[in-house]
DNA sequence: ACTAAGTCTATATACTTTGTATATTTGCAT
DNA sequence: ATGCAAATATACAAAGTATATAGACTTAGT
């Protein structure tokens, strides 16, 4: 097994690509989706707002520059699962139907884009079998992105609205 | 600020929507690219193979069901970035370039799909900034992602290829 | 020289997200 | 009661991406 590698490692020299020849195009799509970006902006800037009436759809829209119509299904979303408060008619408008504190990041990513894990088989709430997967139960790879789920999960349970209005007091320059 | 709230948790009632006009179409697509899991597979397979001559494209795909021409792309990749080792010509083929113990997920992730965290702004190796935002140095929801990356991060970077064949060996039936 | 393999570039197809348009309903204010 | 302000609902258009396929080319073994 060794000898077989080091014999690779030198053969590997002739086979260097330039980075020119590399490819470039970077596939950001397994990230936050901008719905679910508008979706804890929103939440955030009614967050803010608590002790005021409603605020307006095109309020929120202009502030956080989000196309109006595409936060209005947004928040129709966050409001039929019962985390918004909406008011039709003159006045009307969004408030947050629970406290700042009791609003997790999880439960407004499973609103928006649906499942945590990285792959459909390792969802708790999301569960569906991977077309190509032979045998499920010993599968190692599901095995591993169940607790890259577990990881993640911890954090977005643990980090409320509450918490990213408290910490937009504070500068950071880590990274 | 509690006033408010039970008096907006009273008038909900109202507003309870039947599960059937709900938002059924649940997005599927931050999660792992079937690219990502081809590449996975591909590197297990390998693994698996460490002592004998060289794997044909071909037979990865049939064996893991892989579309041939896209596994070519896949693998060509992850010989650019130095993981594998190529062989054209008659009794060819693919081996690894490094022992399966020191190949992470996270190498992978990174070839195949880009960056691990689920904002750019978040991003150790693929950082740029998000459009939209308003202050990077405050924003609470770059600081909240940070910690999730850093929670997946060290899964992924602690999870080899070795670690997923040798997990194959067990089942499991935890969630 | 022939054949078996990987390499490279371009392109087609299908699917999602993102955004827009239009019509409707609800409720406040006068 | 009427008009206006706001949310609700549904459908659809536009743009972008992943996925897959095609074909010509290069390299190496026999």
Redesign the interface.
């Known amino acids: 097994?060794?000898n077989?590698?080091s014999d690779?490692?030198s053969?590997?020299k002739s086979?260097i690509?330039p980075l020119s020849?590399?490819?470039f195009f970077?596939?950001?799509?397994?990230?936050?989706?901008k719905?679910t970006?508008y979706a804890?902006?929103a939440l955030?800037i009614l967050g803010k707002n608590?002790?005021q009436p409603p605020m307006q759809i095109a309020r929120i829209a202009e502030e956080?520059?989000?196309p109006k119509k595409f936060l209005e299904q947004i928040l129709l979303?966050l409001?039929?699962a019962?985390y918004l408060?909406?008011k039709k008619g003159a006045g009307g408008g969004y408030?947050?139907?629970?406290?700042p504190e009791d609003i997790y990041?999880v439960d407004i990513l499973r609103i928006?884009?649906?499942?945590i894990?990285?792959?459909?088989c390792a969802s708790?709430k999301?569960?569906h079998k991977?077309e190509?997967c032979h045998d499920e139960?010993?599968?190692?790879?599901r095995?591993?992105?169940?607790?890259?789920r577990d990881?993640?999960l911890?954090?977005?349970s643990e980090?409320s609205i509450a918490?990213?209005?408290?910490?937009?007091?504070?500068?950071?320059?880590?990274?």
Chains 1, 2 share one sequence.
């Open positions: 097994m060794t077989r590698l690779n490692q053969q590997l086979y690509i020849t590399q490819n970077i596939s950001f799509v397994y990230m936050l989706s719905k970006k804890i902006k955030v608590m002790t956080e520059h989000i979303d409001r039929n019962g408060y909406s408030s947050l139907n629970k406290n990041l928006t884009d649906g499942p894990a990285m792959v459909p708790l999301f569960y991977c190509e139960v010993t599968c190692g790879i095995k591993a992105f169940i607790d890259v990881a993640s911890k954090v977005l980090t918490n990213i209005i408290e910490r937009e007091k504070t500068s950071i320059d880590l990274m």
